[in-house]
């Protein structure tokens, strides 16, 4: 009797998009699941304003230049706020869910590797999913 042995390249499958960006961005909801590596300093990623339809888009920025190097801010459309936490070991980041105000990774304390995942839970409303290093929430 022969065996049928069933393979999968789920590892494929599963795998997210990555872009490499090099300028200030206008993030659209068409790159939901994409993550984001940024090298140079002082970028701006500005968020998809959050619809029914694009709740649950799920977004990744990760910091891929040097210690110390770069600013990297992820800016909400008007209506929507950033909310949650970044567990760090000195002291947790924080953002404040206020409507039309950015999250900074940021440069001083910046290290190559530091990462935020966010995720559209409900109308205006971002959350942070995950994350490595010191995003600052706009004043």
Known sequence: MSQTITTSN?????????????TTQDISANQAGSEFNIATDAKVMTLPAIDANNIGMELTFRNTGADGNNTITLSPAAADG???TIANAAA?????????????????TANKGDWCTIKAVAAGAWYITGGVGIWASEA
């Open 10 to 22: 789920s590892v494929l499958r599963a795998r997210s998009k990555q872009d490499t960006l090099t």
């Open 82 to 84: 950033i909310n949650g």
């Open 92 to 108: 947790d980041s924080v953002a404040s869910g206020t409507a039309n105000k950015d999250l900074v990774n940021t440069k001083a």
